[in-house]
Structures are given as C-alpha cells and as structure tokens.
C-alpha cells in the first residue's frame, strides 16, 4: 500500500489520523467544498485543508479573487463609455 502524504494548502500542517478535514476543488468561477471521504480528494486541483480555519481562509481568498475580478471588469466596461 502507498502511502501518500497528504499536507495542508494553507498552513502546511500534515495529515495524520485527525479525520476534520475538507477539500475544496475550484471549477471556473465555482467552488466546491466536501467532506474527507468525498472522491473528489486525488483529483488534481484539489485543495485539501486541515480544518475550519484554514477552509475559511480559502473562501475568504477566493471570494477576494472574485470580488476583485468583478470590480475590474466593470471598471473597464466605464472606461469603454
Ligand atoms: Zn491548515
């Protein structure tokens, strides 16, 4: 059996026995968060995230990723006026 490290990609804590983690898979513009057990967690983008505070982390970045993508876009659709 291969054993495969798994690691945080927020903070960088490793995984060990603790079963409270989560992962996250960015699709385009959407965000999907599922428990440990889900199948999603080999698939390549994944994020795996040791906990609530660092799952937090990553929803608030994204949604900053968002918001700022928003806001440029209109931004550049006033310029064109
Ligand atoms: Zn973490």
Redesign the pocket.
Known sequence: MIRQAI???????EKKQTNHWFVAVRSGRRAAVSGWKSRNRLRPGTKH???Q??LH?LVDEFMAQRLWRRGCSRALRTRAK
């Open positions: 690691s945080c990609d927020i903070c960088g804590t995230l040791c906990g505070t660092c982390k």
